[in-house]
DNA sequence: TAGGTTTGCTTCAAACTTGAACCAAGAGCT
DNA sequence: AGCTCTTGGTTCAAGTTTGAAGCAAACCTA
């Protein structure tokens, strides 16, 4: 089959987006690399463990939910132990499971490093967008997301993992 | 001041963002390591010197371009070059300067890797957006890239750099 | 309950990225 | 010309990411 190349409208958007991603990664990082010292993943990791039960969940979870490899998360998680503000825990169900767990230390540098995040996000694209935007964004981002998981998608509700606490 | 904190539309676009840019550009990454054996960035340096004036671009047009640093860029260019895709040529105007040029290699290895990469993007990308959400797209990036740059704004037509072939 | 497969996570080497430091060449004074 | 400041590009060390192995603990299925 011959090659359904893009339309110049595909391809001023791609550009486009290539382009606006690029640079709004870039901004993060390097805020919060000032700020907080370290790579938006990083706070990602800390911001979304804040967020769950007892604030500890499970690698792979983690891993699955940032949609980032495993491999990835273990170098980051290590890192972000040694510098103590995340912990890990074993699962007493599966022994092979392993838990991060935000320490006290790693909650309050997510409160203090927040603001100024939350800050470079605002005014590097909420400001920027309107409402009606932001929708869009939000339904975009969707349809890319959904279509690239259907294929791994682990969409099975039942088999489902330990307990987040896992204790 | 206090901290304007993102509402939940924002956030839950945030989210979908993050997630949608990952799992994009991991899909594009890997489906170009597989079939070109190079990442995405070094794609995109083939395919913008490929469409350049003489297929030929100096260096910090390039990483200007690509809105990428100039050690990531010189990098790249020194692997590509190795692997014979891309030359190098001094600039006779500006002595300091280094031209990227597309090799003949280089141009086949794009036009071979294009079909692949451009289904793709479509596949991951277009085929899952109606052609509003397309122009949405664009429009939503030319705002946040507009925004990020209008601070390192060099939009200052006149001081122009050489000419792109500048032989 | 033994054997084989899958799952959860880590480890490893190689590739890539980052920011600071560096160097040479242009530009703008005086 | 001489001095300084800026610009274009590379280099370097430290940090990060990748994909392929590796390893042990579950999970079959017989």
Redesign the interface.
């Known amino acids: 089959m011959t090659?359904?190349?893009?339309t110049p409208?595909?391809q001023?958007?791609?550009r486009?987006?290539?382009?606006?991603?690029?640079?709004?990664?870039?901004?993060i990082d390097r805020q919060l690399q000032q700020d907080a010292g370290m790579p938006h993943l990083y706070y990602?990791i800390l911001s979304t463990l804040s967020e769950a039960p007892e604030r500890r969940l499970r690698m792979t979870d983690l891993a699955e939910g940032?949609?980032?490899t495993r491999p990835r998360l273990t170098y980051a998680v290590t890192r972000l132990e040694k510098d103590g503000l995340v912990g890990r825990e074993s699962c007493r169900w599966d022994k092979r499971g392993s838990i991060a767990v935000l320490t006290d230390e790693g909650m309050a540098e997510v409160e203090r490093a927040?603001?100024g995040h939350?800050?470079t996000?605002?005014?590097?694209?909420?400001?920027?967008?309107s409402?009606e935007?932001?929708?869009?964004?939000?339904?975009?981002?969707?349809?890319?997301?959904?279509?690239?998981?259907e294929d791994t998608g682990d969409e099975v509700p039942w088999r489902r993992r330990s307990s987040p606490s896992c204790s």
């Not at 090659?3 to 893009?6: A, D």
């Not at 996000?121 to 967008?129: E, G, I, M």
């Open positions: 090659t359904r190349w893009l409208e595909e001023r958007a791609w486009a987006y290539i382009a606006a991603a690029h640079l709004l990664e870039d901004a990602s940032l949609k980032i927040a603001p939350v800050e996000v605002r005014s590097a694209l909420f400001d920027r967008l409402p935007q932001v929708g869009q964004l939000e339904e975009i981002s969707r349809a890319i997301a959904d279509g690239l998981q």
